[in-house]
């Protein structure tokens, strides 16, 4: 044990690395969808921005075009029609049996359309993750671009949660924010937040790889935080 851990030293130091490269995390990500968050984690992981190894993409529906991002990238894939199920558990239960299978360690959540039951959140208790297209609290459930736009919210954006049994509730890892302006669409401001939503996902993924995000009740701790007092932003700008 100690003689590895001198061995992995001593590569280190040859290779001139300043530290251990992180271990990379077996995910697995589920969708409904077109799957651009799942394309901006496997573009992260091409950059070696991400230490993460995608075992298996699963779909409740088999036309979402995410398996098809999967399959161009020799991603294993999975379909699993929820309707084929006698229960919510059952599926999930099934769900969960395929990702032990392809040895997963963090289940990623990226536009699928299904709420978990507690089968599923107990086998992964702490270990899956869910982005939402809204500052939450604030606006969960769906239509949210809708529902911020009626509310004249000066702000949106998008969280990282971990996942737990209540719907968009759990945990908030990390949060981006993003304007309004007065003459958005739901397209428009949706897309504002999307492109904010592929930085925000594989981020988070990271800090769970290197072991930096610490479930504290409501509260995620993330280690070694850089606090940057001066991250505020005014909507209309003081200066208008
Ligand atoms: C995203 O808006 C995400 O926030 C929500 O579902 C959408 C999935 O988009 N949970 P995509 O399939 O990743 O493009």
């Known amino acids: 044990m100690l003689l590895a851990k001198f061995a992995e030293v ?68 999975e379909i699993l029609d929820h309707k084929a199920y006698p229960s919510r558990e059952a ?26 039951s507690p089968v599923f959140i107990k086998a992964y208790s702490n270990r899956i993750m869910n982005i ?20 004249g919210v000066r702000f949106a954006g998008c969280t990282v949660h971990f996942v737990n049994e209540e719907c968009d509730e759990g945990p908030i890892i990390i949060q981006a924010v993003v304007p309004v302006f007065p003459d958005d669409s739901e397209d428009s401001l949706a897309a504002r937040i999307l492109t904010q939503e592929h930085q925000i996902y594989p981020r988070a993924i990271q800090l769970y790889a290197e072991g930096r995000l610490h479930v504290s009740g409501r509260r995620v701790l993330v280690d070694g935080l850089n606090k940057d007092e001066g991250a505020v932003l005014v909507q209309p700008p003081l200066q208008s």
């Open 10 to 77: 001593l590569k280190a130091r040859r290779f001139g690395r300043k530290k251990i490269m992180a271990r990379k995390v077996p995910i697995g990500v589920l969708l409904s969808g077109g799957g651009t968050n799942l394309q901006a984690i496997i573009d992260a992981i091409a950059a070696h921005k991400l230490d993460a190894k995608i075992e298996l993409v699963l779909s409740n529906k088999a036309d979402a075009f995410g398996l098809t991002r999967a399959r161009n990238h020799g991603i294993a894939t």
């Open 91 to 116: 599926f999930d239960q099934a769900v969960v049996d395929l990702l032990r299978g392809h040895g997963v360690e963090l289940v990623v959540l990226a536009g699928f359309m299904r709420l978990l």
């Open 132 to 151: 939402h297209p809204a500052l939450l609290p604030s606006f969960p459930g769906l239509h949210v671009q809708k529902k911020a736009l009626d509310h």
